[in-house]
């Protein structure tokens, strides 16, 4: 069965503190996957899609990576507005939808 | 990125009636719309999918004859939530994909706050 397992589920940092969100997948085959940011009562804002291990992509502070078997969300310096869930799915072949995880909720303090 | 407009953002009704959510795709046309449905502090959860000018597929579960679909343009789709009841009040989001293949996303609309009372 195709599934998305996000880590941690809720993660609390210091404003300029580093650190990662893991989104571990096991799917049939995997034709993108995405990364999300939801703040509360509104829709996901798309960050970035992943095709293939090795892909890495950048946006002001966060970076997302890819291998076989996990995508990474690197948070680096972050920011009080940084603060958000962030939702991980991927597309497998075959099929229109996404697979949601359960997402991380980031809080980021001053 | 894409624009993906939801009206209304919310809507209070009383419980028995139909309520009509409206997403549209602004800058792109989506050959595939879905509509998702999230509980406090929960991920979402896919209702069902919707192709322009066919029947939309529902996920299990879902009751086609209450969450009737439309997706009668390639930038617009509708969802009706027929006879309203209280436990269908919930945060309803759709979302379109742009097939272009350089992007090949899913976008969200801002969702929508139903209310039954």
């Known amino acids: 069965e195709d599934q998305v397992t996000q880590s941690p589920e809720a993660l609390r940092l210091q404003e300029g503190e580093s650190s990662s969100l893991n989104c571990s997948y096991t799917?049939?085959?995997?034709?993108?996957l995405f990364w999300y940011r939801q703040d509360p009562g509104k829709g996901p804002e798309f960050l970035f899609t992943l095709y293939s291990a090795g892909e890495e992509k950048e946006k002001e502070r966060l970076k997302a990576t890819l291998t076989k078997k996990e995508s990474f969300l690197h948070i680096t310096a972050p920011k009080p507005e940084d603060s958000a869930t962030y939702l991980c799915a991927v597309r497998v072949s075959g099929y229109n939808k996404l697979i949601f995880g359960a997402g991380t909720r980031l809080a980021v303090h001053p | 990125g894409a624009v993906v407009s939801q009206h209304p953002s919310r809507v209070i009704c009383k419980s028995g009636t139909s309520v009509k959510i409206e997403c549209r795709s602004l800058?792109?046309?989506?050959?595939?719309m879905f509509w998702y449905r999230q509980f406090p502090k929960k991920s979402l959860m896919l209702m069902a999918t919707s192709n322009e000018g066919s029947k939309a597929t529902y996920e299990q579960g879902v009751e086609k004859d209450k969450f009737l679909i439309n997706h009668a343009s390639l930038t617009l789709s509708t969802l009706t939530v027929t006879s309203a009841h209280p436990e269908d009040s919930s945060f309803y989001i759709c979302s379109a994909r742009d097939p272009v293949p350089s992007t090949d996303t899913q976008y969200f609309g801002p969702g929508t706050r139903l209310t039954v009372l």
């Open positions: 799917v049939s085959g995997l034709r993108g």
């Open positions: 800058d792109f046309q989506a050959t595939t």
